[in-house]
């Protein structure tokens, strides 16, 4: 990275000022305009982006970027920081043994739905292909600590049993399946407006609460929102936490209802075969952004005069600083676990502190296909399912605390074991609040081949609020993960960083991601109608 802090001269921090100065080689659906640049505005940073991050977030957001540069010939340059040496953030595989013959198992973020448009979109257009989640999946149960709750056979599919099966219509009834049903079903409706072509950017977090009604539904627990609603309370302590546990490791009296009903929404879970981070390297590549690995983000500062933001950056294989100038920022990290330091103007908000979940994730490899019967006090014959959900209703009501969120098996592997001996070994995912011990794995599988071990600062703490991180930071800086207080998932850092780069485009260039086009009475509307498009239509790629 070259050294580049310019002095900007009187001349140039004028030109900057000139609205004519916006960037545009051609437009697309406007009014034929070319501007030229001035040389110096140009060298001064002036066309030139910063995405901090390079997760679902911030890969996302060049990607965006790029889109607005193909679409109008937008001249910016995009460049993104990674602290880490790839791109991904949480999500990342791993190879069972470091073997890169076998399948790749997912150590963070694994799943995505049909509604979640970004990334299906994504996954076609970049030919990828997806592989069904819970295809060939074990059987399931619900673990209390002390007893099994419900136990699921047959096609072993939790999120699409989870209304059908007989055995859930046998312990809690219909009535309580059907209504969570037609809530999550509301809430996805509103959900896929994002999508539309009417879809209008937000400001701020309750903007989107607000024109969702989903305010109070975000004020409440998942438990205290159900129960309000007459769901049965034992279907909402037991399947439905089960549901929160395995995705937020957080219980039903404890998180709030949006990410409670985004729990159950997870019908058709799919995810990339080889790992859903080729997504994000996808993002980065067809962005043409400049991406610096191992590059740690150390201070970003605005410069009163110019709004221009000089951001201090140390490369950590040669631990040798650069500062580099931006005229706008993506943020697309947890703000207080990325140590940034930020200096902006005195009326900029403050990012309200956020705690995140620590969460052990335990990949391993055993001769075992599921937890040894014994570990549940069961005789050595006893039939145990695969995959363990877990429920904390038990420990609520003084029993013993389940020592895993979830335990579940993730297809087979074949190792060549000496010479000749060709062994099968299951592979096996544990997410816990504690980390799992070799002796407890011992306790758990018995014979246990490899063991890979991950903390992450997983999701936040999703408690009831009604206040989220600003989206706006600054003129032309952006916050993408304002979003995550609300649903924390791969596809809303997408929707989140769409809004963000949707935000500063035309903040600073009179631009966007999509053309905007003016209504007979002169009113800004977004595109052309998407009506005649259907469902097929994603705001941003289809425009
Ligand atoms: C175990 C686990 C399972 C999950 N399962 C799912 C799932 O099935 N489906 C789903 O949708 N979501 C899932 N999630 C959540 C999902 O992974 C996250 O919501 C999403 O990955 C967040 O993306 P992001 O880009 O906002 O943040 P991140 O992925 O955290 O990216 C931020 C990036 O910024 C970098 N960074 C931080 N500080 C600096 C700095 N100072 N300088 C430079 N770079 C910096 C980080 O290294 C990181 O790469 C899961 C998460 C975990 C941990
Ligand atoms: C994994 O394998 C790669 C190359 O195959 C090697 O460079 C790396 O050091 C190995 N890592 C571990 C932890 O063994
Ligand atoms: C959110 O933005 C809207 C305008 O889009 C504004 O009216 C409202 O006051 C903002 N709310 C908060 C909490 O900042
Ligand atoms: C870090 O410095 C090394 C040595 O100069 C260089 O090869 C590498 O490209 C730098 N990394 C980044 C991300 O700039
Ligand atoms: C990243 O930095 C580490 C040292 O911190 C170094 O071992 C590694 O090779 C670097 N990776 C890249 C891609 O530069
Ligand atoms: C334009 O304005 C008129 C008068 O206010 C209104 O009746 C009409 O619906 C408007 N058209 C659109 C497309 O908004």
Known sequence: MRYTILILTVGVANALQFPSWVPFVNSYKQPQATYSIPAEAADAAGNRIAVVGAGAGGSSAAFWIGKARERFGLDVEIDVFEREDYVGGRSITVQPYNDSELEPMELGGSVFVKANKNLWRASDEFGFERFDFEEGSSTMAIWDGTEFLLKMGGKGRFYDDWFDSLKVLWRYGYNAPSKTKSLVNNMITQYLTLYSSSTKPFSNISDITDSFEWGHIAAQTTSEYLDLHAVDRRWTRELVEAATRVNYGQNVDAIHAIEGLVSMAATGASGVKRGNYQLFEEFIRRSRANLFLNTTVLSITR?????????????????????????????????????????????????????????????????????????????????????????????????????????????????????????????????????????????????????????????????????????????????????????????????????????????????????????????????????????????????
């Open 303 to 543: 410069d009163s005069q110019t709004s221009l933001y000089t951001i201090r950056t140390l490369n950590q294989s040669t631990v040798v600083e650069d500062t580099r100038l931006y005229r706008g920022v993506i943020f697309a990290a947890p703000f207080h676990s990325s140590n940034i330091k930020l200096s902006l103007s005195p009326e900029a908000p403050t990012i309200p502190p956020q705690p995140y979940v620590p969460l052990h994730v335990t990949l391993l490899s055993t001769t075992a296909a599921h937890i040894r019967p014994e570990y549940f006090g069961f005789s050595a014959k006893t039939d145990v399912p695969g995959t363990i959900l877990t429920s904390y209703e038990g420990f609520r009501n003084g029993g013993s605390e389940p020592e895993f969120n979830s335990v579940s098996v993730h297809g087979k592997v074949r190792r060549k074991d000496g010479v000749a001996v060709e062994k099968e070994e299951f592979l096996v995912k544990i997410f816990s609040k504690e980390r799992v011990e070799d002796e407890q794995l011992t306790n758990l599988f018995g014979e246990v081949g490899w063991v890979y071990r991950k903390l992450w600062e997983a999701y936040p703490v999703l408690k009831p609020t009604s206040e989220f991180p600003p989206v706006k930071l600054d003129r032309g800086f952006y916050y993408v993960n304002a979003f995550e207080p609300l649903i924390s998932t791969l596809e809303t850092e997408t929707i989140s960083s769409r809004n963000a780069v949707d935000l500063l485009l035309s903040e600073l260039f009179d631009a966007g991601i999509c053309p905007k086009s003016v209504d007979v009475n002169g009113t800004e509307i977004f595109s052309s109608s998407d009506a005649q498009k259907g469902d097929e239509f994603v705001y941003g790629w289809d425009c």
